[in-house]
């Protein structure tokens, strides 16, 4: 029951640190533009104070001056104008256009909870297809739950290997977190999604759960001094409590690091991934440019993406699997 309560618990932090993150994103993103306007209506000022100046000075001399200085001001502001247009362009990263972008615009509100909203998609997704599986169980299974049996009992297997019998305690937890990032990284692969994978925010989400449940499972198995213990680094001799005081902080350190690594190697190879092939698809446009339809130059990378979805999918799991591993006691770590 309470391990219930907890998984209701990790998964509503989940939701709140997803919405948290996009909210601070759209934040962010307005409060960009806001200032990109203000800094344009200055330039647009300064500009028609110098083009007053000049025509209130009888003085040819002077007007040939401010004229000069007019001309500088110009170039001064085209030039911060490209520039500005030069960082927004090295800022964003090409991405193939999503159905919800499509509907509400580059700018409108919706846009900016994109990654949320597909997150979501993708959580419903799983829920129709367990919900079904579940509901519709049949002692001689059909192709549809004996295909999702099959992955599932591969997946428990795999746990098992690692975790021994503590496999049948972590597997839901393990199995549906494979599950929901493949089904994320594969969203940005079908014509009109988007991959949420490719958002710092979802993935900082997603390992900020694996970080507070092998927290949270080192304190329920080890107990807080067992759990105080293994921060410090088990010590058991004279040298090893010398060492507490060095070991202690750098093992804080290192679970710190954890979730930074796990958000950071996800959003940084599933982002690769989609930009590769947004760019083959604009070369591919960009060459028969006079036909409706492109040269399909993507279509090889869509197999490889298919691949690197599924390993990243998995490498998150197993890492998360192994940080488990090591906050429970250490006879299961000799097992």
């Not at 990790?10 to 909210?23: D, E, G, H, Q």
């Amino acid at each position: 029951m309470a391990s219930r309560v907890f998984h209701r618990i990790l998964i509503l932090t989940a939701l709140v640190v997803m919405i948290f993150s996009a909210w601070a994103g759209a934040q962010e993103h307005h409060d960009a533009a806001v200032v990109t306007e203000h800094i344009a209506d200055s330039l647009t000022a300064e500009h028609a104070g110098d083009t007053t100046l000049a025509q209130d000075t009888s003085s040819a001399a002077i007007i040939h001056d401010s004229t000069t200085a007019g001309h500088d001001t110009e170039h001064g502001a085209a030039t911060h104008d490209e520039g500005a247009h030069e960082g927004e362009h090295h800022e964003s990263t090409p991405h193939l256009p999503s159905l919800v972008g499509l509907l509400t615009g580059s700018h409108g509100f919706w846009y900016d909870w994109v990654n949320v909203i597909y997150a979501f998609f993708v959580a419903i997704i799983l829920c129709i297809i367990a919900i079904r599986v579940y509901a519709k169980r049949q002692m001689i299974p059909g192709p549809f739950q004996n295909a999702v049996e099959m992955l599932v009992e591969t997946l428990y297997n795999f746990f098992q290997s690692i975790l021994g019998k503590e496999a049948r305690h972590f597997a839901p937890f393990l199995g549906t977190l494979f599950f929901y990032i493949l089904f994320m990284n594969w969203m940005g692969l079908i014509p009109l999604g988007h991959s949420p994978s490719t958002s710092l925010n979802i993935t900082v989400s997603l390992a900020v759960i694996v970080f507070l449940y092998a927290q949270w499972t080192g304190i329920r198995r080890l107990g807080i001094l067992g759990y105080i213990d293994h921060l410090a680094g088990t010590p058991r001799n004279a040298v090893a409590w010398a060492m507490v005081p060095l070991m202690f902080p750098l093992h804080i350190i290192g679970e710190l690091a954890k979730p930074m690594s796990l958000s950071l190697r996800l959003f940084g190879n599933i982002t690769g991934e989609d930009v590769l092939i947004a760019v083959f698809v604009g070369f591919g446009v960009a060459i028969v440019s006079f036909l409706p339809v492109g040269i399909p130059l993507q279509f090889p990378f869509i197999f490889l993406a298919l691949l690197l979805s599924a390993v990243q999918a998995l490498v998150f799991t197993l890492l998360s699997t192994i940080y488990i591993l090591l906050m429970l006691p250490h006879e299961e770590h000799e097992h």
